[in-house]
Every structure is written in C-alpha cells, then in structure tokens.
C-alpha cells in the first residue's frame, strides 16, 4: 500500500546521495520531496509540517558534525527512519491481559471496517498461542452480523455467544454482560466482543458503544479503522476517541490499493498506539504491528524480520532438520522433499507478498505484480500426480509416464518435462554446494569455484569411469 510513498522517498534519498558532501539546501530540497510525498500519500497536513520540520531541524543541527561523502546522506536516512518509527508509535504494544480472567477485548469503529472478520482473526491470533477465547456477537444491528460471527468462529474453532442461533434481535448491552458472565462461568481466558457501526458517526452508535463499554469494563478497547479512507481516518479516530474512547488502532485492509495515510495519521495525533495490521482477506493475514518494520518497508528497506517469522510458522522444524541430515549425508534431495517445501510455501501465502518484503523490492515492483501466483498451484499438481516411486526417483520417467503424470494434473507433457529438467539440475547444483564447489550458474559469473578440500592424512581413491559416455564425459568435466 505505501509503493507511491516508498517510490518517492527511495528517489529522493538517491538523489541526495549522489551529492557527496552536502549542503543546507541539499536537506532543504530532500525535505521538500519528503513533504510532497507524504501528503500525496493522504497523511494529514499538520502531521506533515510536524515531522517534515523535525527531521530538517535535526538534519541541519547534524550537519557540522556529519563526515563528508555517502555517510552524510546515510546520516540523513537515520534521522528519517528514527523520526518515522516515532510517528508510528513507537515501540509495538501488546495487549495488557488481564489478572483474573478473563481479559476482555472490545471492538469499535464504523460499519464496513471489518470489524467482525477482524474478530475472528483475533481470536485465531490468540487461540494459536494456547488461549481460549470467546467471541460475543453484540452486533444486532447490521443484518447477518450474528451469523457472519458464526460462521468465522466455527472456521476456526472458536465459540460464539449469541442471542439466538442466526439471530440480531436483542439487547446488545444484555448480550455483552451475559457473555462476560458465561466466560467466567466457562473458564474462558480471553473475551472479544463485536459491536455494532454505522455507515457515519452518530449519537445513537456512540452511546451504544459506551453503554456495553461500562457494562463489561474492557481491559482493551480497540477502534478498528479501514486504511483505505484516507484522511476521513483521522476524522473518525478523533470522533471515536471522544465519544467512546480506545486504548489501541487496528488497521484493516492494507493489502488494498490505500496511500498509507491513515497509519501514518492515526498514531499520531490520538497519541494511541496502532497494535494489530489485518493484511488479507484470510483468517490468517493479520499479526501485531511493528512501527520499525512498517518505516523499513516505507523507506524501502523491506520486512526481513516479518518474512522469516512466516517462515519460521510455514516450515516445520522436524522437516528441516531431517532435510539438513539427508544434505549432510550425502542423500539426493528429492521431489516429495520438494512438494513438502512447496506445501510449506503455500502456508505463507501470496509469493508476491512475500517478494515485497525483499529490500529493494520497489525496484522490481513490475516483476512482483507479473508474478504467476497460480505457477506454485500448476507445480503441485504435476508433482501430486506423480507416483512415490517417481517422487523418489526420476529417471524412471519415460515417455508414458510423463504423458500419464501431464494428463492427471491438466498440463502438457512440456510442463513435465521442464519441471524434471529444473528440478535434476537444482539437484545437481545441491551436489556441487555439498562437495564444497560453487554453484556453476554463479561460477560463469566469474567467481572461482571452490573444490572440496582432501581430509588430511587420507589417500585419495581414483574414481572409476562410468561405462556411459554422456556420463563419462559429464564426470569428466566435473
């Protein structure tokens, strides 16, 4: 959502360090290009003049002090980074549990924010830590809300507490207090209770909200703003904060097509912080947000640390280390160790999505938004259709069974074939990496290779010639 916004500041600091040693005006300029970015980007005006004369006052109080060459324009980039994580909240916040359970959580905002999927992703969130919440369908004015609660609860394995099965007639207020009672009654260590919104701010929806406030006394009150809106964000969070109160910001839909305006906004002038980011549309897609990574990702640095933990979830540490054995062992790596890497990719979710977390991935955004998604899926489906004997040995590939094997998976006998090429010689290059060579794709890049050193002290066996003279000439030149 921030590409605009990274665009331009990623250019304007390139620029900035093409200068060499640098001038007031050189930070003038910079902060200029800042400035036009970050209201092009629809963050508030006197959020923009806030920051933007900050960070020029302390780069040209840095200025005597900086060392000349690239170091000045990186002394520069530091400033900004340090200023943009403040203006985001500073540190991530969690939410305070309570000391005798259970810590209740209540949602507010405006209809179409998603607060109700933004439940559900909640209580999976905690659920996957070992929790045990319970979400309380409090949300009896919109149509289908109860059910909608419903259903995303049962998705995920989370209970619901409702009025009736399917039902949005009731007291919201009643609902809310008896929930709370049936937590406690139930042992439940967490309660997430989903209110009602309206398409606008009035006085009806703010003293439906107080009133279930003051009946459940929340340990959190968090407002749920979509990213989207733009500067009506800020609007909103201030009518909200003066009307009901809240004690964090959850941002929805920042997947989409925003500017990024409103978690720019937000933060800072309700002095709330922002704690959670829903990132997509499944259950999954939402995790606590991190003002540092959000400024890396602005400034064009990418989102190392959020990409290894989705690895880190995705991949399981059983897996890899049997697959370290068989590299270290010496065993072939083969395509059921492949489609087990692939499923694990899946689990992370859009390889798009992933790719832009890369530093540097503004640089190959068209690459990024060509990219197949459906590619992985293709993959998959030839390999599934694939025997266990032909998972674990190739070469037993002839002709009919690829053309069975391209048949079952709806693709051509090419696809089989190029699948099988790519994967013998990722397998190859494996074999190179553990013998202690370099791979040859970067050894034509004028690297050396590097040959595996002899153990001390042991004699060198002379290897046999194959009979094969393809093979032959292939160890030859090996």
Not at 173 to 197: E, H, L, P, W
Not at 233 to 238: H, L
Not at 441 to 456: I, Q, R, V, Y
């Amino acid at each position: 959502m921030f590409e605009s916004l990274t665009t331009r500041i990623s250019g304007a600091f390139s620029s900035l360090r093409g200068r060499g040693k640098l001038s007031a005006s050189d930070i003038e300029s910079t902060c200029a290009d800042i400035r036009l970015a970050l209201l092009e980007a629809d963050v508030a005006q006197s959020v923009v003049e806030n920051f933007v004369t900050l960070i020029q006052e302390k780069s040209l109080a840095a200025l005597p002090e900086m060392q000349s060459g690239t170091n000045q324009a990186n002394a520069i980039f530091e400033i900004v980074n340090k200023e943009l994580i403040e203006i985001l909240g500073g540190a991530a916040r969690r939410v305070r549990f309570a000391k005798n359970p259970p810590t209740v959580i209540m949602l507010a905002g405006l209809q179409g924010a998603g607060k109700t999927t933004l439940a559900g992703k909640l209580a999976k969130f905690y659920a996957d830590q070992g929790n045990t919440p319970l979400l309380i369908a409090s949300d009896l004015a919109r149509p289908n809300a109860v059910t909608q609660l419903q259903v995303v609860g049962e998705s995920i394995g989370v209970p619901v507490f409702a009025p009736e099965v399917g039902s949005g007639v009731g007291d919201p207020v009643k609902v809310a207090r008896d929930g709370i009672a049936f937590a406690k009654s139930k042992q439940y260590n967490m309660v997430i209770v989903d209110t009602a919104g309206r398409l606008g701010i009035d006085e009806e929806l703010m003293k439906q909200a107080r009133d279930i406030r003051d009946a459940v006394q929340p340990d959190e009150i968090l407002f749920v703003v979509d990213a989207m809106i733009g500067q009506d964000a800020v609007r909103t969070s201030q009518a909200f904060l003066d009307g009901v109160g809240f004690d964090g910001v959850v941002l929805t839909k920042l997947d989409g097509d925003a500017r990024g305006g409103a978690a720019l906004s937000i933060a800072s002038l309700t002095k709330r912080p922002i704690m959670f980011a829903s990132t997509g549309e499944k259950l999954a897609d939402f995790d606590i947000f991190y003002p540092d990574r959000m400024a890396s990702q602005i400034l064009g640095m990418g989102d190392v640390a959020t990409l290894a933990e989705q690895a880190k979830k995705a991949f399981n540490t059983d897996s890899a280390e049997r697959l370290e054995k068989k590299f270290e062992s010496g065993e072939d790596f083969t395509l059921e160790d492949f489609l087990e890497q692939l499923e694990a990719m899946s689990k992370m979710g859009s390889m798009s999505k992933m790719l832009s977390m890369l530093p540097g991935a503004g640089a190959m955004k068209k690459q990024i938004d060509n990219f197949d998604e459906s590619e992985l899926v293709r993959t998959k489906s030839i390999v599934q259709s694939m025997t266990p004997i032909e998972r674990r040995d190739p070469k037993v590939l002839n002709g009919a069974r690829r053309a069975r094997i391209a048949l079952g998976s709806g693709r051509k006998v090419s696809d089989v074939n190029s699948l099988v090429e790519r994967f013998s010689a990722a397998q190859k290059m494996m074999k190179q990496v553990r013998n202690g060579g370099m791979p040859q794709g970067l050894g034509g890049m004028g690297m050396p290779a590097m040959p595996k050193a002899a153990p001390k002290n042991v004699p060198q066996k002379k290897k046999s010639k194959s009979g094969n003279p393809a093979k032959r000439a292939l160890e030859e030149g090996q």
